[in-house]
């Protein structure tokens, strides 16, 4: 059986990251290297980054002419894989398809279509396997999906072998993120010890929350070539003895690699210490949720964190020399004078990278009920739930100027001279080029949206049912 494992591209309408970073697909790495022995010899299995590949789609499809597609995306990617797929079944009609991913996991009715033959909601791996075990027996499609009903998916452990990183091999040098360049995945934990009432996160597991050995993550770290990995655990700082064991696993295998990883503020304020450790054995920066300046935003969204301990960390992390990449939800209750305030406050703290983003409800998460008759657009419309569009109408300003006011509060705290100054001398003049062009481009999709905002109120899109 020949089996492609696609990563799509965005939509040209998402707002995308992907000028600034671009991960590898670990999920499908995973998905590789966990297939069974018993089926092994009867797959042959490659994955294709649709982000980075040069052929056309439609040309793979034909030249490789598949017996299974497998997709992973997000929820911008939903409707560009039902389209994938019914290319797919155009040129070949007996071809299978399934599709799998966080969205899929949590909101997997999204993916309804004639062209999705199997929806992998629970279980990603355990699912991926049994389909194409039961699709070599010549099962058919309804009693599979009989099967797939029965799995669990409620682990609490993750005994997987690591990803297949060599799939991937004439991509990787492609990989980064940021100034990280280039870089590599690594999960350490899965699920979220935190309840924010804003985040899709927790919901992948259903609010579980549970971590892989330490010897096992040393083992896939001496794995790895790439010496900057990005840990992509929902939050990484969070255990300290689990943390004094991860680092002691690095000083006795005498592992020398740099990490960018995600933490909360409260854990970094109260562990400025254990955070020094932490940088000597190769913590480089740490993704932050700051949330906001104002108490209760950080009340409503459940963040159990306030203004001071946010500066703290700030602090901590700036004293350490670690960098720190702070992201923000914008209400859609500021006004000009909140975006004002927003801005002197980060500047103040000297912050030099800030991810500014619209408060956007996902599907399935706590607040995503209150916000249903207040949505700009269809929910159908998938590639604007990226986390950057403003899908909520502002309450004291246009959409036009929302975006306007986003936009200037970026440039006011990321183009100041002393720090572009600070960015020069600490990666050189070549990456922060890179990272320059990578952000304008971001920035010319936020003109676009601008500009296209003509009558407000009649964006959305009310032939479709929400």
């Known amino acids: 059986m020949k089996i492609l494992l696609i990563r799509p591209k965005p939509h040209k309408e998402t707002i995308g990251l992907q000028h600034v970073m671009i991960c590898e697909p670990l999920e499908l790495e995973y998905l590789v290297s966990n297939i069974p022995q018993k089926i092994k010899s009867h797959v042959n299995i490659k994955i294709i980054d649709l982000i980075l590949e040069k052929r056309k789609y439609k040309d793979i499809i034909i030249d490789e002419k598949p017996d299974f597609i497998g997709y992973t995306g997000y929820i911008t990617h939903v409707g560009i894989i039902k389209d994938l797929a019914m290319e797919a079944k155009t040129i070949l009609p007996g071809v299978k398809t399934g599709v799998g991913g966080v969205h899929a996991e949590v909101v997997g009715e999204d993916f309804k279509s004639e062209y999705i033959d ?36 409620n682990k609490t452990t993750f005994n997987y072998k690591h990803p297949a990183r060599e799939e991937v091999s004439k991509y990787r040098k492609h990989y980064y993120y940021m100034f990280h360049n280039p870089c590599a995945l690594i999960k350490t934990s899965f699920g979220c010890p935190y309840n ?38 929902d939050d990484f700082l969070f255990n300290k003895d689990r943390l004094i064991k991860f680092m002691e696993g690095l000083k006795s295998r005498n592992i020398k690699k740099k990490f960018l990883v995600y933490g909360r503020a409260d854990f970094i304020c109260e562990n400025k210490e254990l955070l020094y450790e932490l940088k000597c054995c190769g913590l480089q920066a740490v993704i932050v949720g700051i949330e906001s300046l104002r108490a209760r935003d950080l009340q409503s969204y459940n963040k159990r964190t306030n203004k001071d301990i946010n500066e703290k960390c700030v602090g901590v992390l700036r004293d350490l020399d670690i960098e720190l990449y702070a992201t923000l939800i914008i209400p859609l209750d500021f006004t000009k004078k909140d975006f004002k305030d927003l ?22 998460t706590e607040i995503f009920n209150s916000y249903v008759s207040e949505f700009l657009f269809n929910r159908e419309q998938y590639e604007v739930w990226d986390m950057a569009h403003v899908v909520l109408k502002p309450k004291f300003m246009t959409i036009r100027k929302f975006y306007i006011e986003m936009l200037i509060a970026y440039y006011k705290i990321i183009m100041r001279p002393k720090n572009i100054a600070a960015l020069i ?42």
């Open 343 to 364: 801005v002197r406050w980060l500047k103040e703290l000297n912050v030099r990278f800030v991810n500014l983003q619209p408060l956007t409800p996902m599907p399935k």
């Open 196 to 233: 924010c009432s804003f985040c899709f996160c927790k919901e992948i597991t259903d609010g579980a929350y549970f971590v892989r050995e330490i010897d096992d993550i040393m083992d896939e770290l001496e794995g790895i070539h790439e010496e900057e990995i990005y840990i992509v655990d």
């Open 425 to 466: 001398k600490k990666y050189g003049i070549k990456a922060n080029i890179r990272m320059l062009i990578g952000s304008s481009l971001v920035s010319l999709q936020y003109i676009q949206k601008i500009a296209g905002v003509k009558n407000e109120k009649n964006i959305i899109d009310t032939t479709k049912p929400l």
């Open 118 to 153: 199997f929806i992998f909601n629970r279980s990603g791996i355990d699912s991926f396997n049994l389909t194409i075990e039961m699709l070599i027996q010549g099962v058919d499609v309804a009693e599979i999906n009989e099967e797939l009903l029965k799995l669990n998916n």
